[in-house]
């Protein structure tokens, strides 16, 4: 979704101002368009009277935010202890193949983006994979790829 800077201002403009909600105006952008709009980070240092730094240190410091596009879905591959023993690799080298994409890379068509996690804190359930924040446990190799698409 291409951003508009009317929708921005409508977001910002819900946090009336207030520097605290920092976190979740950047929240609230990015749930809305996918990843952090440069002219999001720029709208919302206006608009909390907060350096411009301030925005992007903390649009940077957090994984969970993107200051670039990502895909439709994002799919993230748990790589923690367990996931890993119990075959993550695999289920993404499937996924990398079925989708033509690596680990950190989105899809031309602006489908899919894939990534690679530490831990989702779910490890009776390893192999996990999250597809746009629905947790999947117990994944397995043959089926990773339909359960993405």
């Known amino acids: 979704m291409t951003p508009d800077v009317k929708q ?7 946090h009336h101002g207030d ?4 976190i ?3 929240q609230d952008l ?4 996918n990843y952090i709009p440069p002219e ?12 411009l730094s301030k925005v992007y240190s903390v649009a940077t410091f957090y994984s969970t935010f993107s200051l670039v596009p990502r895909g439709e879905k994002i ?9 890993h023993i119990k075959g993550a690799d695999l289920i993404q080298e499937q ?28 490890c009776a359930m390893a192999p996990a994979v999250l ?8 994944v397995r190799c043959e089926k990773a790829l339909k359960l993405v698409k």
């Open 75 to 83: 799919i993230r591959i748990c790589q923690g202890t367990a996931c």
């Open 24 to 26: 979740t105006v950047l």
């Open 131 to 138: 597809v746009n924040d629905k947790m999947h446990g117990n």
């Open 30 to 33: 990015q749930r809305k368009f």
């Open 8 to 14: 921005i201002q409508k977001i910002i403009d819900q």
């Open 19 to 22: 520097k605290s909600a920092l």
């Open 95 to 122: 996924i990398e193949a079925g989708l033509n994409i690596k680990a950190g890379e989105t899809s031309s068509d602006m489908k899919y983006t894939l990534e690679v996690v530490n831990c989702v804190g779910v």
């Open 40 to 51: 999001g980070v720029t709208a919302t240092a206006k608009a909390l009277d907060v350096p």
